[in-house]
């Protein structure tokens, strides 16, 4: 039985896969020939991560398909629904990433509150005399130690946010439409822990109150963020989106960065993608990434398990 790992997968989950009987395919085939490449090869079981659309185009001209799996957490490249009414099972991962993505909201952090998007792009050349002007220019970094960090959707991602921002003697304060609290275990290197438990508040409390503010909600309709919930914000806010674009209001953003409201961004994900709007791209307070939030070896690692146990659960009396 034929898996098509269209997005890539990682090692370990290819030799559970072949262990078990199946043929895994990594060859990365274009979204436009993905049906007919689908249909070549009798592939049973398509496995995508962000980058690959699986729209009712491609369920309806592909009879062969059991089952999608995303390797990561947001499903919103499949028609989901679809695919379940036309008996297709669709699976993803949802816990294995949330570590990542939380130590990538901290990367960006850590580097907006000293600077470090900006002083990579100034440091002085040889000849260039600016240096002791830099040093100055950065000079009022602040800690995180201390400050309020603002939670915006308290499901795994955000939960894991919160348990490193307590480690480092945040405050945290959560929203969320749908958890109304979470018991988060904060762990040190000696097998001690702490639990804390966190009561989730509405999201004007939260804005209110926050030093920084991040996002963890999957994809919207509409934006989360804009002009409003800027002017609701304290003045010098640092915010941060590793979840997804259009949640943010980008123009308004600029605006709020621009008249310092917002004293600098982190985003991982943005409004177009792959190509984000070239005054997000040259803006001097903005520290930017790829959509990279899950892109390390150890969530890939473990991504690449989960997909493959399921998928051995789901099919293993077809294999
Ligand atoms: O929803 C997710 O899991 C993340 O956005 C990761 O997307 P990626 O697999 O394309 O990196």
Known sequence: ???????????????LLENAGFEVITTKVAQE????????????VLLVRSATKVRKDVIDACPSLKIIGRGGVG??????????????????????????VAEL??????????????SNRNMPLEGDTRFNDLKKAYANGIELRGKT?????????????????????????ASD???GKAAIKVDFYNDQFINVEIFTEPIEDLLKHSDFVTLHVPAQKDYIIGAKEFSIMKDGVGIINCSRGGIINEVELIEALDNNKV?????????DEPTPAVQVLMHPQISMTPHI??????????????LAEQIITLLKHEI
């Open 75 to 100: 499903m919103d490249n499949i028609d989901v629904d679809y695919a379940i009414s036309k008996d297709i099972q669709v699976i993803n991962t949802p816990a294995s990433s949330s570590n990542s």
């Open 33 to 44: 020939q993905i049906i007919n490449y689908i249909n070549t090869h009798q592939v049973a």
């Open 149 to 173: 960090i603002g939670i915006i959707g308290f499901g795994r991602i955000g939960q894991s946010v919160a348990k490193m921002a307590l480690g480092l003697g945040m405050k945290v304060i």
């Open 105 to 118: 909201v901290f990367a960006h952090l850590f580097s907006g509150v000293r600077f470090l998007y900006d």
């Open 1 to 15: 039985m034929k898996i098509l790992a269209n997005d890539g997968i990682s090692k370990a989950g290819i030799t």
């Open 177 to 179: 439409n749908f958890v």
């Open 293 to 306: 939030g899950a892109a390390t070896l150890e969530a890939q690692e473990r991504i690449s398990v989960e």
């Open 263 to 271: 004293l600098f961004a982190g985003l991982d994900v943005f409004e």
